[in-house]
């Protein structure tokens, strides 16, 4: 497939192939090794830190609702805000790590998301406030995933990326897992608001750490830097350009919907209402309903890096995507179907959705590859900015599913049931479906 280049300047960033050789060569080096590793350990604490930080409510959707005496919609809307502003925020986040380097990004970015941690904590009945806080989380945590893999482009060789790049995503998960079981536990022991100020001091060692051992700006990137903003004088149009071509693409749209299917059992299910539907059908404890949640993420922890390799190794994107599509809606209706489920069972189901969908990952490479090679930034970030963007929106749609269910305004304590749940959240396995029917449409970097 040609690409036009109508209206873009490119300059030789790194140089000729020799110079771009002899820096592989020195990113391969023990001494840069190391200090390689200590970089990618820093910017990688704090994307588990973020993904720990947004996954929080998901044990708080009741406490939430009677500290606020807010209905389901208000509640998951306030804490969607956060993947509201996150998502538009991809679209610029790789431009501004170009330009100003990782260090005053990272320590910027987790200010904003402990600040955002204390505002949550506030010790006021009114739910703006904690909307405030959830904003400033998500417009800090914006620049976790693409810092921590901006880092590691700068300081390994690329035949380390697509390791690292798995490993950001299991670190992630790992996040995940931490805000479950452990937090609920901790919710019960401190209360809520206790849990997030914790949750705002953890954020201080994090910036301590990134403050203290995260090393400059290595000389080759700066010289990267200097020729690139040097010589490009239209970096704007530079970028509406490149935006715009990405855009016109309609296998973005296809594989960003698709993205969005598949991160769907995430966003709404595990990251928010799952451990109120778990809690209704099995009669567990809250801590054993977070246990249980858990399992999604332990699933996509182990799915990403395994399936995604796999799909490398066979050059195969859209079998992967649509059999992701098809088993994800069968498990997902296995798991709101039925009226009661025994918690083992449910921990199993998710488990399996959780590998299920983790394939969602091969949708980022799919678009790189049907975009333009001097576009991969942009094509990733689109894919992202339509993800994340939707996800925030699903969840305050699901309260007001459970709320239309309910038939009213107002919260009345233990009002709502596993029926109000099981209702809203079988839009999941529509949505699932959607992705299977899109995928047929997906087309193979091969074919074309």
């Known amino acids: 497939m040609d690409f036009p280049l109508t209206n873009l300047s490119f300059v030789g960033a790194i140089g000729d192939d020799m110079a771009a050789e002899d820096l592989e ?44 005496n807010a209905n389901a919609a208000t509640v998951g809307f306030a804490c969607g805000l956060y993947y509201i502003v996150y998502g538009p ?106 849990t997030w100020l914790l949750a705002g001091l953890l954020g201080f060692g994090c910036l301590f750490l990134i403050s203290r051992r995260l090393p400059p700006t290595p000389d080759w990137e700066k010289r990267r830097h200097d020729t690139y903003f040097d010589s490009n004088r239209h970096a704007l149009s530079q970028f509406i350009s490149g935006f715009l071509l990405v855009a016109r693409n309609p296998q973005t749209w296809i594989l960003g919907s698709i993205a969005c299917a598949l991160f769907m059992p995430l966003v709404v299910f595990a990251d928010f209402w799952g451990i109120q539907y778990i809690e209704l059908i099995t009669s567990a404890t809250k801590s054993q309903a977070a246990f249980a949640n858990g399992m999604l993420y332990m699933g996509w922890l182990l799915g990403s890096p395994i399936l995604g390799a796999l799909s490398d190794y066979l050059s195969h994107r859209r079998n992967f995507l649509s059999y ?43 678009n790189v590859e049907s975009n333009p090679p001097f576009l991969k930034a942009t094509s990733v970030a689109m894919v992202n900015t339509i993800v994340m963007l939707v996800g925030g929106l699903m969840q305050p749609i699901c309260g007001s599913l459970i709320d239309f269910r309910y038939k009213a305004i107002q919260l009345v304590a233990g009002g709502y049931t596993a029926e109000h749940y099981r209702f809203a959240l079988l839009m999941l396995p529509i949505v699932t479906s959607i992705g299977f029917v899109l995928s047929l449409f997906i087309k193979e970097s091969v074919d074309e």
Not at 341 to 353: D, E, H, K, S
């Open 89 to 194: 925020l991809q679209l610029v986040v790789g431009s501004f790590y170009d330009r100003f380097g990782a260090r005053k990004l990272l320590i910027g970015s987790i200010i904003f998301v402990l600040l955002g941690c204390f505002l949550a904590a506030w010790p006021f009945s009114n739910i703006c406030l904690f909307a405030a806080g959830r904003l400033l989380m998500g417009a800090g945590s914006a620049f976790a995933f693409i810092g921590t893999i901006y880092v590691a482009t700068v300081w390994f060789p690329s035949s380390k990326l697509a390791f690292l790049s798995g490993l950001t995503t299991a670190l992630g998960m790992l996040g995940a897992l931490l805000a479950q079981a452990p937090i609920a536990r901790m919710v019960q022991l401190i209360n809520w608001r206790n």
């Open 324 to 366: 992701s599509c098809l088993f994800s809606t069968l498990l997902l209706l296995t798991l709101l179907l039925p009226r009661h489920l025994p918690l083992t069972g449910v921990g199993g189901i998710l488990f399996l959705v959780g590998i299920a969908s983790s394939p969602q990952v091969i949708c980022f490479i799919a």
């Open 25 to 68: 060569s020195l990113r391969a080096t023990p001494d840069i090794r190391r200090v390689a590793w200590g970089a990618w350990i820093c910017a990688a604490i704090f994307y588990l830190y973020e993904y720990f930080v947004r996954v929080i409510p998901s044990v708080m959707g009741n406490d939430l609702q009677l500290a606020f």
